[in-house]
């Protein structure tokens, strides 16, 4: 899955896919490279940051995800309203990820139950302005294994069915890098749940921390790709179903090697 953040502000690639032209191109380049799926979001959820409107986020995103369907790329909406799913799907989107699993708006899940597409269900705490506060936790990968079970519950109650649901850790959402680095290495506990997981970690703050210089430094977000490769490797030998990144060329080779050295069955 290639990312493309519609937006002036995420964390690792704020304003440079901000036009819809620019956007959609880069979508196009993302799949040349290897993906097989486009996720296109219209908010940052980078830790500390504020909402943006909705209609700002209708704009941003809805001419993006149609541009690229028309194109047939399979294209996910990243987004916490049900009014963008909705709108997205409309215009081609064919899944929602949505990084508050249906908490943030209540008619998420009703909106996605309707529209008949796949549902990814992250785990999350709280919204990005204060979840640094939430990143509290005894023993992360059950935590974070039962909260997720029990969002699973709640959604497949309120009316998407089990088969259209993905999964996700959630890495660094209301997590710190230690509790990001136990859940990959307890990534096989999330697979146990039964459903597809997607693994997200694409030049996130735990590989910086990883990637620190002699003065304790992090490289830049663009300066963790090949980190994000290697992450992405850990993951799908592990079981990941998907894995979300900006830089799709590197994942794309680090997942086929991942996957031809894993044992069959
Ligand atoms: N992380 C970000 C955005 N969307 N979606 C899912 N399912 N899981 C994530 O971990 C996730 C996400 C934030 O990262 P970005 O600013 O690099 O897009």
């Given at each position: 899955m290639g990312v493309v953040n519609v937006t002036p502000?995420?964390?690792?690639?704020?304003?440079?896919?901000?036009?819809a032209s620019t956007a959609v191109k880069h979508g196009l380049d993302l799949v040349a490279e290897g993906a097989d799926l486009v996720d296109v979001g219209g908010e940052s959820t980078r830790p500390g940051a504020a909402r943006v409107d909705e209609d700002e986020e209708l704009r941003r995103v809805v001419p993006v995800v149609r541009d690229l369907a028309a194109e047939g790329v399979l294209v996910s909406v990243d987004t916490m309203r049900s009014s963008v799913a909705a709108r997205a799907v409309d215009a081609g989107a064919v899944l929602v990820n949505d990084v508050s699993g249906g908490l943030a708006d209540p008619a998420m899940v009703p909106a996605v139950a309707a529209c008949g597409v796949p549902f990814v269900v992250m785990h999350w705490r709280g919204?990005?302005?204060?979840?640094?506060?939430?990143?509290?936790?005894?023993?992360v990968v059950g935590e974070v294994v039962a909260e997720l079970g029990a969002r699973v519950e709640a959604v497949v109650t309120a009316?998407?069915?089990?088969?259209?649901l993905v999964i996700d850790p959630g890495l660094g959402f209301a997590k710190r890098a230690e509790h990001d680095l136990a859940l990959v290495a307890g990534l096989g506990e999330v697979c146990a749940l039964g459903r597809p997981v997607l693994v997200a970690g694409s030049r996130k703050r735990f590989l910086g921390h990883v990637l620190t210089?002699?003065?304790?430094t992090p490289p830049p977000a663009h300066g963790r790709d090949a980190a994000t490769a290697a992450l992405s490797a850990i993951a799908a030998y592990q079981g990941a179903w998907a894995v979300r990144v900006h830089d799709v060329r590197a994942t794309a080779d680090a997942v086929r090697v991942a996957r031809a050295v894993t044992p069959s069955g």
């Amino acid at each position: 899955m290639g990312v493309v953040n519609v937006t002036p502000d995420s964390f690792s690639d704020g304003g440079r896919w901000f036009e819809a032209s620019t956007a959609v191109k880069h979508g196009l380049d993302l799949v040349a490279e290897g993906a097989d799926l486009v996720d296109v979001g219209g908010e940052s959820t980078r830790p500390g940051a504020a909402r943006v409107d909705e209609d700002e986020e209708l704009r941003r995103v809805v001419p993006v995800v149609r541009d690229l369907a028309a194109e047939g790329v399979l294209v996910s909406v990243d987004t916490m309203r049900s009014s963008v799913a909705a709108r997205a799907v409309d215009a081609g989107a064919v899944l929602v990820n949505d990084v508050s699993g249906g908490l943030a708006d209540p008619a998420m899940v009703p909106a996605v139950a309707a529209c008949g597409v796949p549902f990814v269900v992250m785990h999350w705490r709280g919204f990005s302005h204060d979840m640094n506060s939430r990143a509290v936790y005894g023993d992360v990968v059950g935590e974070v294994v039962a909260e997720l079970g029990a969002r699973v519950e709640a959604v497949v109650t309120a009316g998407i069915p089990p088969e259209r649901l993905v999964i996700d850790p959630g890495l660094g959402f209301a997590k710190r890098a230690e509790h990001d680095l136990a859940l990959v290495a307890g990534l096989g506990e999330v697979c146990a749940l039964g459903r597809p997981v997607l693994v997200a970690g694409s030049r996130k703050r735990f590989l910086g921390h990883v990637l620190t210089d002699v003065n304790g430094t992090p490289p830049p977000a663009h300066g963790r790709d090949a980190a994000t490769a290697a992450l992405s490797a850990i993951a799908a030998y592990q079981g990941a179903w998907a894995v979300r990144v900006h830089d799709v060329r590197a994942t794309a080779d680090a997942v086929r090697v991942a996957r031809a050295v894993t044992p069959s069955g």
